[in-house]
């Protein structure tokens, strides 16, 4: 669990890190896209047949940071929409 934990927030970290432009997601959000994004990516390579959901290898990896860059942008959107409305 710990493992799980540990992974999220690098996947997450390395989301930030693609996405460009400064992200206004604090850490606990970080930690959470990360987290749904390594679950989407072991989804992606258990559907391949390359390992299992909770098992870390190269495909999962690369499918859950795409996951999460694609969740970082999307929550920046919703965040920045957000601000938008309230101005």
Known sequence: MIGFIVAGLIIG??????????????????LVLGLVGSVIGGTIANLL????IFELN???FI???VAAVLLVGVAEGIVQSRRRTRT
């Open 58 to 60: 190269v495909v999962g």
């Open 13 to 30: 970290a390395l989301a930030r890190l693609i996405v460009p432009g400064k992200q206004k997601l604090g850490i606990i959000a970080t």
């Open 63 to 65: 499918a859950a940071v």
């Open 49 to 52: 047949g390359t390992g299992d």
